[in-house]
């Protein structure tokens, strides 16, 4: 049986040396080198042998050994052409890994699963590419696809802010969107030794579990979110003073404060108060004057 044998320093070093290969900034390259975190990685995304994996920016392939380990199937989505030729080395063990060689956020997911998992529910597993990670999220989540978790690493304090409720500094737009699609849940810490090169933050792995259905009921999803980007667009004014900036809701402020009120709430309250439950309230509430 094969065995992962990236996860390491060494083994990094020697298969990237082997190739005419450079790590690429602009791409968010940074290869994980500790095998407790890959073992931790798997053992918080749940997977199991009945699972398809979706995985995102394999790089050199170390995730992915571990992946192809654990899961039935697991197609990785690489977007430098320059690690292709090192992925069919790394991988060439496994015969349950499909390496597909485009972008991510160009990819046409619902397609993807289609394709390899006949529509059926997938299992997303990744250490993400940092500088696209919201997109990457939202547009999993935005696609439709049949969705179980999605396990990442992503940076430390984009995990709490997807964690986070009112109150918080990190509380805002992704917080709200997070969880009106999954129960978001930090698994682990992971200093930047543990990579290479070393990223100048902390990390983390958060497991982001689907809801069958969304914890609020809206009418309008695209206006509900509309409605979150201008309370957290300015963060710092009051939600009446946000709101009356925002054309999409070509209200004034006496009426937006009045609506406020009639939902129980404090016209000179701010947006960063505010439940998930509380702006799907005020969400039918404007909706009423669209
Ligand atoms: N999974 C590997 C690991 O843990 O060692 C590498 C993770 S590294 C943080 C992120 C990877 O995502 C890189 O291999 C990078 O080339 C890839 N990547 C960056 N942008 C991407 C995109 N738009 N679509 C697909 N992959 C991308």
Redesign the pocket.
């Known amino acids: 049986m094969a065995r992962p044998y990236l996860g390491n320093a060494k083994s990094t070093i020697e298969i990237i040396q082997k190739y005419p290969f450079t790590f ?1 900034k602009r ?6 080198i500790d095998s407790h975190v890959l073992d931790k990685i798997i053992e918080s995304s749940g997977i199991s042998k009945d699972d398809f994996v979706l ?6 392939g ?3 050994q571990y992946l192809a380990e654990a899961a039935r199937e697991v197609c990785a ?4 052409r320059d ?1 292709v030729p090192i992925l069919q080395e790394t991988l060439s063990q496994w015969d349950n890994v499909t390496v597909l060689n ?4 160009k990819t046409d997911l619902p397609a993807l699963v289609q394709e390899f998992n006949h529509g059926m529910p997938i299992q997303v597993v ?7 990670t919201t997109p990457i999220i939202m547009n999993l989540f935005e696609s439709g696809i049949p969705l179980k978790s999605i396990t990442v ?1 992503v940076q430390k304090e984009v995990a709490m802010r997807m964690q986070e409720g009112p109150g918080s500094k990190e509380y805002g737009a992704l917080s709200l969107a997070v969880q009106y699609y999954a129960q978001p849940q930090i698994m682990a810490i992971v200093p930047p030794n543990c ?1 290479m090169p070393h990223p100048k933050v902390s990390s983390a792995v958060i497991r982001l579990d689907r809801y069958g259905t969304p914890p609020v009921q809206v009418k309008d999803e695209k206006f509900f979110f509309s409605l979150i980007r201008a309370a957290f667009n300015q963060r710092r004014k009051t939600l009446a003073n946000a709101l009356r900036n925002d054309p999409k809701l070509g209200l004034d402020k006496d009426k937006i404060e009045s609506v406020l009120k009639e939902c129980g709430l404090d016209p000179g309250v701010r947006g960063e108060r505010l439940s998930l439950e509380q702006f799907a309230m005020l969400s039918e509430a404007f909706g009423q004057f669209r």
């Open positions: 690429r791409f968010g390259q940074n290869f994980l995985e995102i920016g394999p790089g050199i170390t995730m992915t989505v690489e977007v430098d690690l485009q972008d991510i956020l990744a250490n993400l590419p940092y500088y696209i690493m990579f």
